[in-house]
């Protein structure tokens, strides 16, 4: 790994940096130190999510920080939840994915049911505690 890369190595779990994985890593990793913002791209497979985590998560940790990920597809979040888990065996951290109303609820019956319904099962339910 390049000198930036053994400042996230303890957050890197993968032997080997993909092409251009790196440059994403130093991209991030300078946008954090500097606390500036920055927008990437890339096509699926580079390692977009553990690249961002782990560029991310040493600043988090020695300022005590919090992480907002926003992904738009609920299989974009189970992507991070899973890298989190699999970093967390080697890091004391933790994660969590917050969701819609759908699929959030305690309730299996809402779960199982349409996301459009969900609203009104929610309103009925209260409204018999």
Do not use: W
């Amino acid at each position: 790994m390049t000198e930036l890369a053994r400042d996230v190595a303890d957050f890197f779990l993968y032997a080997e940096v993909r092409p251009f994985q790196d440059q994403f890593i130093k991209t991030i990793f300078s946008a954090v130190e500097e606390g500036c913002s920055v927008a990437v791209e890339g096509s699926n497979g580079l390692g977009k999510t553990i690249a961002t985590l782990s560029a991310c998560l040493p600043k988090a940790l020695e300022k005590n920080l919090k992480i907002l990920y926003v992904a738009r597809t609920h299989r974009q979040h189970d992507r991070v939840i899973e890298e989190l888990k699999n970093i967390s065996r080697k890091q004391s951290i933790s994660g969590i994915s917050v969701r819609g109303r759908h699929e959030m609820c305690l309730t299996q019956f809402v779960r199982d049911n349409a996301a459009r319904a969900v609203m009104e099962i929610c309103e009925l339910l209260k409204a018999k505690n």
